[in-house]
C-alpha cells in the first residue's frame, strides 16, 4: 500500500489484507485500511473500500461489474444470517430441553414408583383484550408516555416523536386531553 502523500511504501498488500479481516465489523470497510505513519493518511488499497474485495491479480477485462443495489442485498443477507442464527440458537435450546423431558420421562417409566395421575384441568380464560389505541387519523392531543418512545406528549411534534416515527397512545380516560382550550379537542381519530 502507497501513501498519496509521500509516495513510500509502508505496508505491504498481505498486511492490508489482514488489517481488514482482524479489525472486526466497522460501519465502512474504508475506515480498517491501515494509516500511512508519517501522513496520517490511508494508503491506496488495491480492492473496493464498501465491500473488501480485492483487484490484485485480476485484469481490467475480469473485474467485477458494478451494481448499485449490492449493498442493499449484502444488507438484508446479514440481517437473514443473524435472524437464522437466532432461530437456530432456540431451535438448539429447545431440542436440548426435548432431550432432557424425554430423557426423564424414560426414567420414570422404569423406575417402580407408579407416575402420578394428573387430572383434567380446565385452561384459564383469555386475557381481557387491550384497551384501544390512537391511529394514524388522531388529531387528539394526549396525556401519558408515548407507548413507542416512552416520552410524554408535550416531547413530540404533534404525533411525531423525536425520532422521526410515529407516536401511539392508549385511548383510555385520563390519557385524551379534554381542555376545550386546547387544540385538536373533540377531533375524531
Excluded at 44 to 59: K, P, R, S, T, W
Excluded at 77 to 84: K, N, S, V
Excluded at 93 to 109: C, D, F, I, N
Aim: net charge negative; aromatic share 6%.
Amino acid at each position: 500500500g502507497q501513501c498519496p502523500r509521500c509516495e513510500e511504501y509502508p505496508y505491504s498488500s498481505a498486511a492490508i489484507a489482514e488489517a481488514l479481516i482482524s479489525a472486526g465489523s466497522a460501519a465502512q470497510l474504508g475506515e480498517r485500511i491501515p494509516k500511512c505513519p508519517t501522513c496520517n493518511v490511508a494508503v491506496i488499497f488495491n480492492g473496493c473500500a464498501e465491500c473488501g474485495h480485492l483487484f490484485a491479480d485480476i485484469d481490467w477485462d475480469k473485474l467485477p461489474a458494478w451494481d448499485d443495489s449490492a449493498k442493499g442485498v449484502l444488507d438484508v443477507a446479514i440481517r437473514h444470517r443473524r435472524a437464522a442464527r437466532l432461530l437456530a440458537e432456540q431451535v438448539r435450546y429447545e431440542a436440548s430441553l426435548l432431550a432432557h423431558e424425554r430423557a426423564s420421562l424414560e426414567e420414570a417409566r422404569r423406575s417402580s414408583q407408579p407416575m402420578p395421575v394428573i387430572e383434567e384441568v380446565e385452561p384459564p380464560p383469555p386475557p381481557k383484550p387491550l384497551p384501544p389505541r390512537c391511529g394514524r387519523q388522531c388529531t387528539r392531543r394526549h396525556r401519558g408516555p408515548c407507548l413507542l418512545c416512552d416520552e410524554d406528549w408535550d416531547s413530540h411534534a404533534g404525533h411525531t416523536c423525536s425520532d422521526g416515527r410515529r407516536g401511539s397512545w392508549l385511548l383510555i380516560p385520563g390519557s385524551i386531553n379534554t381542555d376545550p382550550e386546547e387544540e385538536g379537542y373533540g377531533d375524531e381519530f
